[in-house]
T-cell receptor, first 114, second 113 residues
Framework: SAVISQKPSRDICQRGTSLTIQCQVDSQVTMMFWYRQQPGQSLTLIAT?????????ESGFVIDKFPISRPNLTFSTLTVSNMSPEDSSIYLCSVAQGGTDTQYFGPGTRLTVL | KQEVTQIPAALSVPEGENLVLNCSFTDSAIYNLQWFRQDPGKGLTSLLL?????REQTSGRLNASLDKSSGRSTLYIAASQPGDSATYLC????????????FGGGTRLMVKP
């Protein structure tokens, strides 16, 4: 199974600032995903990040607000821009391993915006 | 649009009980269904993956079944333990949606010693 790490594990940020979350995988994967879990809610997919191409965003999420980088097959970043308290959530990255179809998740980044 | 529902939303049982968590989905055109466990403030741990062609999967005290035609899956936990306390999430991967998972709202399980 893939081992995924995220940095930071948590952060408290001021309104109007931006935070970049890093996701590192211990093996090369084609597709990486970014999810958001708002307080008391289930997970919602933000975007799919493929290496060498633009990320694909789901309805309700835009690149200006959540820019994503995918410089290689083991790493991705998600930036939460111009934050507001409504952005307070857990942000999780995940990968799909083609051989098993199983999706693995990182430990998440707990973001609180004041 | 795929919608995934989990019932009950919360469950409290005494240690040792066998229990069943339910997951239903509206679009039966799925590749697979996955059950996850999430501990408070943590990420997700994959428990079981059932392909659309399969009826069930087992891992230790866990057994997951899938009835694709009726849009239902169940997660059976045998001889529950306090360490099983967590939120259990089911997620489906729909045909035509790439690798995107659609999650249910979760069942919050408390196993009391």
């Amino acid at each position: 199974s893939a081992v995924i790490s995220q940095k930071p594990s948590r952060d408290i940020c001021q309104r109007g600032t931006s935070l970049t979350i890093q996701c590192q995988v211990d093996s090369q994967v084609t597709m990486m995903f970014w999810y958001r879990q708002q307080p008391g809610q289930s997970l919602t997919l933000i975007a799919t990040a493929n290496q060498g191409s633009e990320a694909t965003y789901e309805s309700g999420f835009v690149i200006d607000k959540f820019p994503i980088s995918r410089p290689n097959l083991t790493f991705s970043t998600l930036t939460v821009s111009n934050m507001s308290p409504e952005d307070s959530s857990i942000y999780l990255c995940s990968v799909a391993q083609g051989g098993t179809d199983t999706q693995y998740f990182g430990p998440g980044t707990r973001l609180t915006v004041l | 649009k795929q919608e995934v529902t989990q019932i009950p939303a919360a469950l409290s049982v005494p240690e040792g009980e066998n229990l069943v968590l339910n997951c239903s989905f509206t679009d039966s055109a799925i590749y697979n269904l996955q059950w996850f466990r999430q501990d408070p403030g943590k990420g997700l741990t994959s428990l079981l993956l059932i392909q659309s062609s399969q009826r069930e999967q087992t891992s230790g005290r866990l057994n997951a079944s899938l009835d694709k035609s009726s849009g239902r899956s169940t997660l059976y936990i045998a001889a529950s333990q306090p360490g099983d306390s967590a939120t259990y999430l089911c997620a489906v991967r729909r045909v035509g949606a790439g690798n995107m998972l659609t999650f249910g709202g979760g069942t919050r399980l408390m196993v009391k010693p």
